[in-house]
């Protein structure tokens, strides 16, 4: 009986975005929706030259009495595969207009471009119901003219490099974020009273300023003449100002500041939940507190760390904000590609699949979780 | 699961589509902009006295930007916004796409009362607003002409902020390289302009701080983090007021473009809505906006209504549009994917 | 048997302004098993952590052979501690926790391997070696815990109320069990309690604790018989605690008026006027006039308690409490019956 609400909340959260991610990525029907003549002209079209006169009248017939909406996101398919279709569609729409139903239509005195075979084999590819042409792309690939996959010529588009990127970033800020919230969660757990309050509050604080606020604070303090560069060059440590935003460095200092809460409250809870009496056993049983620390504490501490940076990293793949305010020319994060191709271009296919790709990786991760976790199981038992 | 727990599947469904039906009943008009110190003069000077004037709560809300928000909206069936400001790339595609109101010009007073660029088949021009070169004049004493000063990076040496991404980025590098404002687009429509552009780029990559909001590069200038940066105009004059800076802004090169009104088709308050666009275009309510925040006007007969201290600082000015550049929309809105994908090669290279 | 392993001197211990330990003066003797017993809060365990170097005195000093064991630290000490819930490595197994102080003291290999099966083998918990101690019994883990401690053959073992958590049978077998281990393997156990059956059971010597300080120190009998005050009387098995007044004193005896009238007289001296006198109820006997002392009393109820009756009277103001076998033919209530009992059966408390 309590099942049936988690059933309605796994689907609905879940498995739903999941699916509708997945049909993003690999639907393809806008075209063959509007220009379902077309769609049939080209059929037997051997993808070579131009088709027949009668390819031409179709597309004219379906672009008269295409249905706005519905013509939008067929002709910003087509865009997406050869900028300049768009304007090229508009201007062959205005003069099939021009045209009663089923005359004879010359479109390469409309546009000289529909004499270029690549306009039409466009066409052609976009009229089957099923495309793995943005999963390519989402990792620079594409078909060449004779199907077979290939690189995307050099400097077209960086997106496995920017996927590579993000993964370096994420796992940068989640390893610095065990450095630094292991010992302060044991800190926090060792501690009591208002002490603990006023840590606990300290590693939450990132949480409930607003963005812009927490950016700005970065740059006051690490910008060339900010506070940190003018303490470090008061104090005799470097000549010149280090560069410490506007690169790497500064996305992950402030991605690890806003990110830290999410890997202290779980080893916390960890730590917490340990029986306080395990250290001192292990010092009777003559540990020095460092051996003690390594045997005991910290393999205790794992599921927390676990959980910590799965949290972490999961969280952290999906930033853009914060890189993108702080960070250099190359610390642009995968999801502000998809933020531009689902806000700006409304392409629904590339932004499913290169958010399914960040899915696969954050599902791998899961599973390993899963493993690792379960390898430690008895520890709640 | 039994009986209790089908019917308890049922409420949550009921709930859930419960929620998202609910919203498309009856509501008030719902006028969204851009937030901020900008809507809060909007709200001053269009949307209070028309909501008092015409006894129609206003409903505000506020947006970022971007076609797929508007995409979405319009797939999801019954959309809750009703007048939105848009740019000029949300104007095309929409209009295009059919998901805007067609304009009844007549009722705003004519075509002729208008800027033509800031007149379409779907949306009332708001406002036109610009991208300058602007440097901090205390800290930077030098007669700045354009884009070939700030490339020059060895006479005014320091960092140079743009706006990450390839618009304005790559205009502004032909003009630097000596493209005149008028040729601008028909190099970039060829594959030797786009490589020049970048290639221009190249020589001052390692200088240039890329910034994303409006707000960043005056705040990196103020703290002489940038030696010059392209900036949004009307915030440039906002922030020599509001917090007493001396930055300097160079008109020869610069970037305008054109916000608009629309009407989402298929609007509950379809009327109410076009009576808003109305009342916000006329002359003598758009003439209160210039005072506050420095941004053209679309209707031309506001700029006799305004000192000139306040005209001067406008891009509509007319010695302000010689030597500017208008964005070609049409040409952004067919290349924008791929010029986007070859610039975030070309920053990770 | 008689050296002293373990000396308190003077020890104190004070948490901010409450002193928990007042002037504490103890000493553990080599293969003793002796219990701290005391009700909750009275400084037990407290006096263990200081020993175990959990807690450092405020004041005094800890000798262990004669050293003062101050400046080392817990590790350094090698005393074996079972703690109340035992602290198992919840992560390890059974092998690996017993390992684990071998491993600490760098003991080979091969010998850890042989030792810990060793040690499984004499509690018979070696085919449970590879469990991990959630899997196991409460009486299971209590097992192992004290096997990882016996397996570093430590001076002394201390354990702090190791059987609290088991049930009253389990309990009771894992007290015989600690015992027979005790004298099998000749330690010196440190335990506390604040059970006194417990302690009773187990201990060579009790010392009794009342807030931050000893009570008594003796041995089981001593302090059953002949407790020191009342506190010890009280919380050490069941007593009829009677208040009098000394009305004679003898050379070697005392004539005490109860209250509400009756004389008795027992052994002993003493200065003060007021005084409490402590008789078991088992020494309380009905009709034996052979006995020194005679209460006339009226029956108010008899409970059968399997093997023993106990029997509530009432003379006058006096409420008295006895227990006899079975065996006897068990008094009608109401009747009216003589209460007799042994002079030096009577304990007479001053404090
Ligand atoms: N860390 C501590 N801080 C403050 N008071 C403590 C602390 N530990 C114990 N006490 C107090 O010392 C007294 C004795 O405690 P304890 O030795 O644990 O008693 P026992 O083991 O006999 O029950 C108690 O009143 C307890 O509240
Ligand atoms: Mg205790």
């Known amino acids: 009986m309590l099942i049936a609400p988690l059933v309605v909340f796994l689907a609905v959260f879940m498995l739903w975005p999941l699916w509708i991610m997945i049909s993003l990525a690999i639907r393809d029907d806008e075209v063959s929706e509007v220009l379902p003549r077309t769609a049939a002209a080209l059929a037997d079209w051997n993808g070579e030259g131009i088709p027949g006169s009668a390819a031409g009248q179709a597309l004219a017939d379906d672009l008269r009495g295409a249905e706005r909406t519905r013509l939008g996101p067929a002709v910003r398919r087509l865009n997406s595969d050869i900028s300049g279709f768009r304007t090229l569609m508009a201007r062959t729409q205005r ?69 590579v990127r993000t993964f370096t970033i994420a796992g940068t800020v989640t390893a610095i974020c065990v450095m630094i919230g292991l010992p302060y969660a044991m800190l926090i757990a060792a501690t009591g009273g208002w002490v603990r309050n006023a840590l606990l509050l300290s590693v939450l604080l990132p949480l409930w300023t607003s963005l812009l606020v927490r950016t700005t604070a970065w740059v006051i303090l690490l910008q060339n003449e900010g506070l940190v560069n003018a303490a470090i060059t008061g104090l005799g440590l470097s000549d010149t100002p280090l560069s410490l935003i506007f690169n790497r460095t500064g996305v992950v200092i402030a991605m690890t500041h806003v990110l830290l809460p999410f890997m202290v409250l779980p080893i916390f809870s960890v730590v917490n939940a340990i029986p306080r009496n395990l250290m001192p056993a292990a010092a009777s049983l003559g540990a020095p507190p460092l051996r003690a620390f390594y045997r005991v504490l910290l393999p205790l501490s794992m599921p927390g760390v676990l959980a910590g940076s799965l949290l972490v990293f999961m969280v952290a793949i999906g930033y853009y904000i914060t890189p993108a305010l702080v960070g250099g020319a190359d610390d642009q994060m995968v999801a502000s590609v998809i933020a531009f191709f689902a806000l700006e271009t409304a392409n629904w296919g590339m932004a499913g699949a290169l958010g399914l790709i960040l899915l696969a990786a954050t599902t791998i991760l899961f599973i390993v979780y899963g493993r690792l976790s379960r390898s430690g199981a008895p520890i709640g038992a | 699961m039994g009986i209790s727990g089908s019917s308890s599947f049922l409420a949550a469904v009921a709930i859930i589509t419960g929620l998202s039906s609910g919203v498309a009943a009856a509501r008030d008009l719902t006028v969204v902009s851009w937030g901020g110190n900008y809507q809060d003069v909007q709200r001053e000077i269009y949307f209070e006295p028309f909501s008092e004037q015409n006894e129609t709560p206003i409903l505000e809300e506020s947006w970022n930007g971007g076609y797929g928000v508007l995409a979405a909206q319009m797939q999801g069936g019954a959309p809750s916004w009703d007048v939105i400001q848009v740019e000029a790339e949300e104007l095309e595609l929409g209009c295009f796409d059919g998901i805007y109101e067609t304009i009844d010009w007549e009722m705003m007073g004519g075509e002729d009362q208008f800027f033509d660029s800031t007149v379409s088949e779907c949306g009332v021009g708001a406002i036109v607003w610009s991208t300058v070169l602007a440097y901090d004049g205390d800290r930077l004493d030098a007669e700045i002409d354009g884009w070939e000063d700030f490339w020059d990076i060895e006479t005014y040496p320091g960092s140079r902020g743009l706006r990450r991404g390839p618009k304005l980025t790559l205009e502004i590098a032909l003009m630097a390289d000596g493209v005149p404002p008028e040729d601008v687009y028909d190099t970039l429509r060829t594959d030797e302009g786009v490589d020049r552009a970048f290639a221009k780029l190249d020589e001052i990559k390692n200088d240039i701080v890329w910034w994303e909001a409006g707000a960043q590069p005056l705040q990196l200038l103020a703290s002489g983090e940038l030696a010059m940066t392209a900036a949004y105009s009307g915030r440039i004059f906002a922030a020599n ?104 090669a070309w920053l990770a290279q | 048997m008689s050296a002293s392993l373990i000396r308190f001197e003077n020890v104190s211990k004070a948490f901010g302004s409450t002193v928990v330990i007042d002037d504490l003066n103890l000493d553990v003797r080599k293969g003793e098993f002796l219990t701290l017993l005391g009700p909750s809060g009275s400084g037990k365990t407290t006096t263990l952590l200081m020993l175990a170097g959990f807690e450092a005195p405020s004041g005094g000093t ?57 040690a499984l083998d004499r509690v018979q918990l070696r085919h449970l070696s590879s469990r991990k101690p959630s899997q196991l019994s409460g009486g299971q883990q209590q097992r192992v815990a004290l096997t990882r401690c016996l397996v570093f053959e430590p001076k002394v073992i201390l354990m702090d109320e190791p059987l609290s958590a088991l049930d009253k049978q389990l309990r009771e077998r894992l007290q015989l069990e600690i015992r027979e281990l005790y004298r099998r393997e000749g330690l010196t156990v440190v335990f506390v309690t604040h059970d006194q059956s417990e302690a009773l059971t187990m201990s060579d010597r009790i010392a009794v604790f009342n807030r931050g300080a000893i009570a008594q120190i003796g041995t089981p009998a001593d302090i059953y018989d002949r407790p020191a005050n009342r506190f010890v009387s009280e919380f050490i098995g069941e007593t009829n605690l009677l208040e009098a007044e000394v009305t004679g004193r003898g050379d070697d005896h005392l004539d005490l008026a109860l209250e509400g009238g009756p004389g008795i007289r027992v052994p002993g001296r003493c200065e003060d006027r007021a005084v409490a006198v402590s008789i078991r109820p088992e020494r309380l006997v009905l009709d034996a006039p052979e006995l020194d002392n005679h209460l006339d009393a009226t029956v108010d109820d008899v409970v059968y308690q399997g093997n023993h009756l106990r029997i509530h009277l009432s003379c006058g103001p006096l409420r008295l409490v006895a227990q006899s076998e079975r065996r006897i033919e068990p008094p009608v209530v109401g009747r009216k019956v003589r209460v007799s009992f042994a002079a030096e059966d009577c304990t007479v408390l001053t404090e």
């Open chain 1, 95 to 163: 003069a099939a207009d021009d045209v009663t139903d089923g005359a004879p239509i010359d479109l390469v005195a409309v546009d000289e471009r529909w004499g270029e075979t690549r306009y039409w084999r466009a066409i052609a590819n976009a009229v089957q119901p099923y495309t793995d042409r943005y999963l390519l792309a989402a990792v620079d690939l594409e078909r060449d003219p004779d199907g077979a996959i290939a690189s995307m010529p050099e400097g077209a588009s960086a997106n496995a490099a920017i996927i």
């Open chain 2, 241 to 344: 007021e509001t917090e007493d800076r001396n930055f300097e802004v160079v008109w020869n090169g610069s970037i305008y473009a054109v916000d608009s009104w629309v009407v989402l088709s298929g609007s509950p308050n379809k009327d109410a809505a076009m009576e808003f666009i109305r009342f916000a275009s006329l002359a003598e309510n758009q003439a209160k906006m210039p005072p506050e925040i420095p941004y053209g006007m679309s209707n031309v007969d506001v700029s006799n209504m305004l000192s000139d201290d306040v005209l001067e600082q406008l891009p509509t000015a007319p010695a302000n549009l010689e030597g500017a550049l208008e964005t070609d929309v049409n040409f952004w809105v067919d290349n924008v994917e791929e010029l986007t994908g070859r610039f975030n």
């Open chain 3, 62 to 118: 800890i000798l262990v052979d004669g050293k003062r064991i101050d400046d080392l630290p817990a590790h350094r000490r090698g005393m074996g501690v079972v703690f109340q819930n035992y602290a198992l490595f919840p992560h390890l197994t059974v092998a690996q926790n017993v390992a684990f102080p071998l491993q600490m003291r760098g003991v080979p290999r091969g010998e850890i391997a042989r030792r810990v099966d060793a």
